[in-house]
């Protein structure tokens, strides 16, 4: 199992940027797909950027060019730098891992392939 502690949110106003980190209790270099997904008020969870243990990232197409997913596999930290934020991008930001032999988790960025999640931090974009 691993636990993921997420921070770096705040209030932003459009067009502004933020980091936000997701601090992993143990390495997870080789065994996860790691995520991040944002839930808006009244909204389903989406997925936005997922990294997996080669290396590969992918994105949703409403952030590609924006956003940028990356690990630091030394401090077993996932970041996600968020660029050109938007009010409509306001939310919860959650981390999120899977098992690596779940591969389809980081292909499909659906909320129900991964089974470990922070408690999430919030963002405020504001107009």
């Known amino acids: 199992q691993v636990q993921l502690v997420e921070s770096g949110g705040g209030s932003v106003q459009a067009g502004g940027s933020l980091r936000l980190s997701c601090a992993a209790s143990?390495?997870?270099?080789?065994?996860?797909?790691m995520g991040w997904f944002r839930q808006a008020p009244g909204k389903e969870r989406e997925g936005v950027a997922t990294?997996?243990?080669?290396?590969?990232?992918r994105y949703a197409d409403s952030v590609k060019g924006r956003f940028t997913i990356s690990k630091d596999n030394a401090k077993n930290t996932l970041y996600l730098q968020m660029n050109s934020l938007q009010p409509e991008e306001t939310g919860m930001y959650y981390c999120?891992?899977?098992?690596?032999?779940?591969?389809?988790?980081?292909?499909?960025?659906?909320?129900?392939?991964?089974?470990?999640w922070g408690q999430g931090t919030q963002v405020t974009v504001s107009s």
């Open positions: 143990k390495n997870t270099d080789s065994s996860y797909c």
């Open positions: 990294i997996d243990s080669d290396g590969a990232t």
């Open positions: 999120a891992a899977e098992r690596a032999s779940h591969y389809w988790a980081c292909q499909r960025m659906r909320r129900r392939d991964f089974g470990y």
